[in-house]
């Protein structure tokens, strides 16, 4: 069975491939493409948040085992993804709103800033991961 945290770091790197995969697609001018991978990575990143909140009611905070710099780069790189995650919730839905009422003019300008934004927060979520449980093995409970 798949650890609980490599759950969510399978759902954060498939949000990120589907992120990038629809970013190609719009600028291919594949909008059907573009809206399915979009979609797609809005189901992948609601899973993830889901599975995050349940695993960490569950199992509480995980401390970084890594000291020194090691610990400064992991601590560093929680900190602005934690900030980002939190920003992305509100900006992918209104991004998501002015998309499905046709306001694409709308939609392209905040999704300049939505798509790089969700991209780093998903490979951020996914080096969290190894960082904790690969490179440093934090336990998995």
Do not use: E
Not at 71 to 93: E, F, Q
């Amino acid at each position: 069975m798949i650890a609980h945290a490599a759950w969510n770091a399978i759902l954060n790197g498939s949000s990120a491939v589907l992120i990038t995969t629809g970013y190609v697609m719009i600028r291919s001018k594949r909008v059907q493409a573009h809206k399915a991978c979009m979609l797609a990575a809005v189901g992948t990143s609601t899973a993830f948040l889901i599975s995050y909140v349940v695993y960490h009611l569950r199992v509480g905070s995980v401390r970084f085992p890594g000291q020194g710099f090691a610990r400064h780069v992991y601590l560093t790189m929680l900190g602005s993804h934690t900030i980002l995650a939190a920003a992305m919730v509100p900006l992918v839905i209104v991004t998501l709103v002015r998309a499905f009422r046709g306001r694409f003019s709308d939609h392209k300008r905040i999704a300049r800033w939505t798509l790089p934004l969700w991209a780093y927060v998903s490979v951020t979520g996914v080096l969290i991961y190894i960082l904790l449980y690969q490179v440093y093995a934090a336990p998995h409970p």
